[in-house]
């Protein structure tokens, strides 16, 4: 794509330019406030080659625009030497975090807009040029899959996503760095490492090449700046960041005149709306389903564990366990461990034989709560995306995301196309988490109807467990029908052959908690073995 650029065009003249500017700027301003006036997002990528102007850009772009409803993120380069250590653990992981997840932490609520100064594929370009023991063709298609479903997911949730790359040629890139080196108002801007990119620069332009052909998708494509000139590039900027602006804010309105279509009301009985619930479900999944998945009403209730043996089991297994952690922490192994399930089901109880053992430090326990404010203006990916442990750390997520397709669903709390999109909008996040080396472990913690009303009733009656029990556990439990479907369809379509899910039969707790211990033990274990 980048020999369609023609960096010999000639820009207009001065005030041409000035008045052209000066008109192009006053618009975006205008729009920037409607923007955030219908919750409207923005994203503006700037890649690019060092040196191409993308910093002066930027400035001149926020120079005019609000300050309150902007963000600009700037990511650190690659470090050569932290590819090189994580390839020589050879454990299978590929950096403190997953590759995406300074971006979905950089990025601005629904109204703003969020700068990105270099992004996510320069980030991929330089890993697999630094990268020795790895492919680096896997590496970068691995990168280019991420940004994708970054991307993708970004305007699925209301993001007008505008992605420039400003070219110039070699020689240019050569005379800016060095005269920007020579300056001392700007020779900290010029690090050794880009005055020796320039020796990749054949290589990297070929990287280039491939990713923005492989990237220009239809609903984010690439938008080629002339970097050679500053006038030119400024006008193609704004006039991109225009047009992307009024359609989005077109688009934004229309939405806002219709009225929300409740699917049912509220005295259909809840077989029926479980029936309309389902049929707003995908079909199938696009990533291949462990044909294994579970099913509710299949799910034994008769399982149980010799209080006996309970004990000497329990301990034998959280030492073992304890051990395996402090492996997988010098091998930078992350573990990631998610509780869903009923209501008294025993998350909790399981949670807390894990936590004990583990080293206080190397763990976090991660709940999930009825969204902020702040949450809910972002995907609803992007609380646990912030989330995440760094590498050889153990997240144990009490609750999960996936809400999107269980409470949220039931509900009504969001869209139908919304939660329906989001069986693969998770399995895309797993799907991150597994290549960035993660272990991950999802359990569904199941308990008979029969046996969670027994559990119920002893919390009711009981002065010191009657803070366990809510108005809202009772309202959950006449949903059964409405939860039981969801909880199918979660099943059939996240069940992945790289994210299984583990059903802990929980009618007996301590089977749940030994059987969730050895599920955990026998994960980190083949993993190192491996």
Not at 84 to 91: A, G, I, K, R, W
Not at 267 to 283: G, K, V, Y
Not at 335 to 364: C, F, H, N, P, T
Not at 498 to 527: G, H, N
Request: glycine residues 4%; aromatic residues 12%.
């Amino acid at each position: 794509m980048l020999e369609r650029i023609d960096l010999s065009e000639q820009p207009l003249d001065k005030e041409s330019y000035k008045a052209l500017r000066k008109d192009l700027t006053r618009r975006l301003i205008s729009l920037q406030q409607e923007a955030v006036q219908n919750g409207c997002g923005l994203v503006v990528l700037f890649e690019g080659w060092d040196g191409a102007g993308k910093g002066s850009r930027l400035s001149d772009l926020l120079y005019n625009l609000d300050a309150r409803a902007t963000k600009v993120h700037v990511p650190e380069d690659v470090k050569k030497h932290e590819v090189n250590d994580f390839e020589e653990l050879n454990s299978g992981v590929r950096g403190y975090d997953p590759f995406m997840k300074e971006y979905w932490q950089a990025l601005g609520p629904r109204g703003h807009i969020t700068f990105f100064d270099q992004g996510w594929y320069m980030k991929a370009v330089q890993r697999a040029i630094y990268s020795k023991d790895q492919v680096p063709t896997e590496l970068f298609q691995d990168a280019i899959m991420s940004a994708h479903d970054f991307e993708q997911q970004l305007v699925d949730n209301g993001y007008v996503l505008v992605k420039f790359f400003l070219h110039v040629s070699k020689k240019s890139i050569k005379k800016r760095l060095h005269l920007m080196a020579k300056d001392p108002a700007t020779s900290w801007r010029v690090s050794k490492r880009k005055l020796e990119f320039l020796d990749y620069y054949d290589d990297a332009y070929v990287g280039f090449d491939t990713m923005l052909e492989r990237s220009n998708y239809s609903f984010a494509p690439w938008t080629l700046v002339n970097a050679e000139s500053k006038r030119i590039a400024n006008i193609t900027i704004l006039k991109t960041m225009i047009d992307a602006l009024s359609v989005a804010i077109t688009r934004k309105k229309a939405e806002n005149k219709l009225s929300q279509v409740k699917v049912t009301d509220e005295n259909d009985l809840a077989e029926t709306r479980a029936e309309i619930q389902h049929s707003f479900a995908p079909m199938a999944s696009e990533f291949a389903i462990d044909h294994q998945y579970p099913i509710v009403e299949n799910i034994s209730h008769e399982l149980s564990y010799s209080p006996e043996l309970y004990d000497k089991h329990l301990k034998r297994l959280q030492k073992e366990i304890f051990e395996l952690q402090n492996l997988c922490f010098q091998k930078r192994i992350p573990v990631l461990v998610m509780y869903e399930g009923w209501d008294a089901a025993g998350k909790g109880g399981a949670i807390k034989r894990l936590a004990q053992s583990l080293d206080a430090r190397s763990y976090s326990i991660i709940p999930s709560p009825k969204p902020s404010i702040d949450e809910l203006a972002h995907p609803h990916l992007w609380r646990y995306w912030t989330r995440l442990p760094k590498a050889g750390h153990v997240g144990i997520f009490d609750r999960s995301w996936y809400g999107r397709v269980l409470v949220e669903r039931v509900e009504e709390i969001t869209k139908a196309s919304d939660w329906a999109r989001g069986y693969d909008e998770i399995n895309e996040f797993e799907r991150d988490l597994l290549k960035w080396g993660a272990i991950l472990i999802k359990f569904w913690v199941n308990v008979s109807q029969a046996e969670q009303l027994n559990r119920f009733k002893a919390r009711q009656e009981d002065p010191d467990k009657q803070w366990k029990i809510t108005d809202e556990d009772w309202r959950n439990r006449d949903k059964y029908f409405l939860y039981k479907s969801a909880i199918d369809d979660m099943f059939r379509l996240t069940s992945t052959e790289q994210a299984p899910w583990f059903v802990l039969e929980s009618d007996d707790k301590l089977y749940a908690r030994i059987k969730s211990l050895t599920v955990i033990r026998d994960a980190m274990k083949e993993r190192l073995d491996g």
